[in-house]
């Protein structure tokens, strides 16, 4: 049983009208995300459909089948026959065509490379291997819910190799480098298994990189490897890249990455600095499928369990204080809730409201401040009297705003 509830803001006795901004200096990450905006123009993402190709584009699509057809060049890719008149073919001939800005010639050079690749590296059958990285599932690089678009989320983070043993591990030798490389393809596959290579569908992914403490100059050979690999054969597979958790150096990572990076892939850069993680990410997924460590509803064992509980969303201004009532409760019914606030550093607490005006009102938990890096809460309590669930967040004493999502679930009493 579920009902609407009302949030109420009241503001701190003491806020004051705010004043005028001072003049600052902008922080390095900022001069360099209004960089990054002035250069790379927005990402457009393409529909697919011939029908809306430009005439250019459609001879050059038509041009490209000819091609193969005369090459000989036969096979499949992800399952899907190159030649033969099926749909998801022109969509991933169009996603070759415009990775070489539909430059026939290139395209058809690209596809015969990939295919070579595929073969020799057995790309086909690679998701089903055991390659020994069961520790860094779910750490390092793992596929994750979706995003408001549908499209499958896929999360990087590389900041457990600043731990010697474990660098040494993964990458002490090549051996070790092309098995970790293989390993990082294998989820790429998984992500692209889920896409729909259909025109008007699903056909890409979005990547969240995590570069908190990411060792920058023990990783750059394994970095320049990877993503010269997948721009060579993933072409076009991505939507968008978010970074979060960006750290001042990172002027030197996107200059070491550049030259391996097209124009258009620059396009689909989204910069987050650290204390904006879940506001960046809340703009592209739902909290339910933001993994807790960012500030969302997710926790690992959740997506085993079908689709996530939608959550609803509030903002939480500098100087308000948030009240979320939960009415209707019946005695001896169950209330279980989630709630999160991105960055935290705010007051929070929950007490049980009877309706009964003889009854006091229960403080299920008490005022605490809760830090920026703790996860969500998640709790319960059932009561013996009716009335209504209220959730406190206090954010009186900053004047920042921040985003936050809740979402609950009443069980009635059993007969």
């Known amino acids: 049983m579920e009902a609407s509830s009302p949030i109420s803001i009241q503001p701190s006795p003491q806020e004051q009208p705010e004043a005028s901004p001072k003049p600052f200096k902008k922080s390095f990450v900022s001069s360099l995300m209004e960089a990054a905006t002035l250069r790379s123009p927005s990402f457009k993402e393409d529909t697919y ?12 699509l038509q041009e490209l089948k000819e091609k193969l057809s005369a090459s000989n060049v036969s096979g499949s890719m992800w399952g899907i026959p ?38 020799e590296f057995r790309a086909d059958t690679i998701v ?69 290579f259909k025109p008007g569908g ?6 969240v990189t995590d570069l908190k403490d990411m060792p920058k100059r023990e990783l750059r050979v394994a970095s320049n490897q990877i993503l010269s690999l997948f721009q060579d054969n993933y072409p076009e597979m991505v939507a968008r890249k978010v970074f979060i958790n960006v750290p001042w150096y990172f002027s030197m990572l996107y200059s070491m ?39 969302g509803l997710s926790r690992p064992d959740d997506l085993q369990n079908g689709p996530p509980k939608p959550a609803s969303e509030f903002t939480v201004k500098g100087g308000e204080k948030v009240n979320i009532q939960i009415d209707g409760i019946e005695a001896g019914a169950t209330m279980t809730w989630d709630i999160v606030v991105g960055g935290w550093d705010v007051e929070y607490s929950a007490e049980f409201v009877p309706s009964s005006e003889g009854s006091y009102t229960i403080a299920i938990e008490k005022p605490r401040r809760i830090a920026a890096s703790e996860e969500p809460v998640h709790n319960s309590f059932t009561s013996k009297e009716a ?6 967040i206090d954010n009186s004493a900053s004047r920042r705003r921040k985003v936050a999502a809740y979402r609950y679930i009443v069980r009635k009493p059993t007969a």
């Open 82 to 119: 190159l030649l033969g008149g099926d749909e998801r073919a022109d969509v991933l001939l169009l996603k070759f065509l415009r990775a070489r800005d539909f430059r026939v010639s290139d395209s058809l050079t690209m596809m015969q490379k990939c295919l070579a690749w595929r073969k």
């Open 202 to 207: 699903v056909n890409s992914l979005i990547q």
């Open 257 to 295: 990455f550049s030259p391996f990076i097209t124009q258009r892939t620059k396009s689909k850069f989204v910069i987050s600095k650290e204390g904006n993680v879940a506001e960046t990410l809340y703009k592209f997924i739902r909290p339910e499928n933001v993994p807790v460590q960012y500030g």
């Open 49 to 60: 459909f011939v029908s809306n190709l430009k005439s250019s584009e459609k001879k050059a």
């Open 128 to 196: 089903d291997e055991d390659l020994g990285f069961k520790d860094l599932e779910g750490v390092v690089a793992y596929m994750h819910g979706y995003d408001r678009e549908g499209h499958p989320v896929c999360y990087n983070a590389y900041g457990v190799f600043r731990d010697k043993e474990m660098y040494e591990r993964i990458f002490g030798d090549d051996e070790k480098l092309k098995r970790f490389l293989r390993w990082r393809v294998q989820v790429l596959e998984r992500g692209i298994n889920l896409l729909h």
């Open 387 to 392: 009335g209504g669930l209220v959730l406190s």
